[in-house]
């Protein structure tokens, strides 16, 4: 149980913190080749872990190189969907999330099985062949095609730009290292974001904060009914009745937020759905009985489904998308903090009270207020923005601030015509006969 509890930690670890460098292959290889990887060290870790024989071999098989395998897989797959789509953005990223409920449901029941059937040698086996389908998923990914360059010399006889002449003239092995060391900080860690953007710096706070409560109720919900002589069946079907009520929800919320109403207000759904997600931890606080934890997994799993849907959708707004992946990878380092330490913190906080509702009320204050500090936030950027609107005439925006339906520049979009297209077409042309 130990040597279990070891390898999920580093593999959770592995999965937030590689974030970076799992950035800097999408921009080397592409997310189809990205994806394909993640696939092939997941399964292979996974595998591996079946072989170990020390908690340290452990540790790296199903820790650290099954962790790299999710992160590689995860996170390209999170950015080729904002390529993908571009009006029904939050319906793809609410489809896609839905894999995740889906996994909620199964997976500890397969776990379970395979377990008892096999053991956890065979069972690492099985998984790391079932893990091993990411790289057929992956091959689906399908890249985008470059725009075609016409009618630029082949050849130009012309002074180097500014730039180029500055670099000529350097001089000195160590600044160039310098100089390259900060060039790519700036492209893979959106460090310029961070602070540029004040929108990202906010709405990155926002989500650092709420990592530190948001994942504990699910680590001691199944704990807390155990421990008040509930059944480890029904406790261990509350978890599964929240991975239904999220495959369940989160298709129409994700068709729900694609109206053009929504448009703009995706933040505000979110951080109000944060709040709601706080404000639910406190019904498990009313009694350990079965009917009152099921109506908290019901509102939890509602809640969840609305920032599982949007979370995404959200960076995707504040962000370009060609600065999306090192965005998402240095929002991943930042949640990854506060990931870590809140399991910890409520067992320390179990520890000290002899309780668990106690640590239901401190994720109920952190997640809460990270919705309103979100509300309140863009709020004021919202206020701030239109009071300089009418202030001058508009400038060009800077790259914070953007639109957030922009395209790849890497990448060449083609409009599919749909019914009503060609139905407008032909009355277009009846109406020209005419």
């Known amino acids: 149980m130990y040597s279990h509890k070891v390898s999920v930690q580093s593999c959770f670890q592995c999965f937030h913190l590689a974030g970076p460098f799992c950035s800097v292959l999408v921009g080397r290889l592409g997310c189809r080749a990205t994806v394909m990887l993640g696939g092939v060290l997941s399964g292979l870790g996974m595998a591996a872990s079946s072989f170990t024989q020390s908690i340290e071999q452990l540790y790296v098989t ?145 989500i650092t904060w709420m990592m530190l409560g948001f994942v504990v109720p699910l680590i001691y919900l199944v704990p807390y009914a155990t421990a008040n002589d509930m059944e480890q069946g029904r406790a261990a079907l509350l978890i599964s009745i929240m991975g239904m009520v999220n495959i369940v929800v989160r298709p129409p919320f994700g068709i729900l937020f ?84 809140g399991p910890p913190l409520a067992g320390v906080l179990i520890d000290r009270t002899g309780e668990y509702y106690h640590v239901f009320f401190a994720c109920s204050a952190v997640v809460a207020s990270s919705g309103v500090f979100l509300i309140v936030a863009f709020s004021w950027l919202d206020k701030r923005d239109r009071k300089l609107s009418k202030q001058g005439p508009p400038s060009p925006l800077p790259e914070a601030a953007r639109p957030a339906v922009d395209l790849a520049p890497d990448c060449q979009y083609r409009s599919v015509p749909t019914e009503g297209d060609k139905d407008k077409a032909s009355c277009e042309g009846d109406t020209s006969s005419v």
């Open 62 to 206: 199903a820790g650290v190189i099954t962790g790299l395998g999710f992160c590689f897989s995860f996170q390209p797959a999170v950015t080729i969907l904002g390529h993908y789509f571009v009006r029904r953005r939050a319906f793809a990223n609410a489809m896609s999330s839905t894999g995740t409920a889906l996994g909620l449901c199964t997976l500890p029941f397969l776990g379970n099985y395979l377990h008892t059937e096999l053991g956890w040698r065979g069972s690492f086996l099985v998984l790391g062949a079932v893990l091993l389908n990411c790289c057929v998923c992956g091959a689906l990914m399908r890249p985008l095609q470059p725009p075609k360059h016409r009618g630029q010399p082949l050849m130009n006889h012309g002074p180097p730009p500014p730039e180029e002449e500055k670099v000529t003239k350097e001089k000195g092995w160590m600044r160039r290292i310098w100089n390259y060391f900060v060039a790519a900080l700036r492209k893979h860690m959106a460090f310029d974001q961070l602070c540029h953007n004040s929108r990202y710096c906010v709405y990155a706070i926002g």
């Open 258 to 341: 694609s109206l053009p109403w929504f448009k703009g207000r995706h933040i505000y759904v979110f951080a109000s759905a944060l709040l709601v997600n706080g404000l639910s931890n406190t019904i498990c606080c009313i009694g350990p009985s079965f009917p009152v934890l099921l109506v908290y997994v019901v509102f939890y799993g509602l809640s969840m489904s609305v920032v599982g849907s949007l979370m995404f959708t959200v960076l995707m707004e504040i962000v370009e998308m060609k600065r999306f992946p090192s965005a998402l990878g240095l929002l991943a380092v930042m949640e990854s903090i506060t990931l870590l330490i």
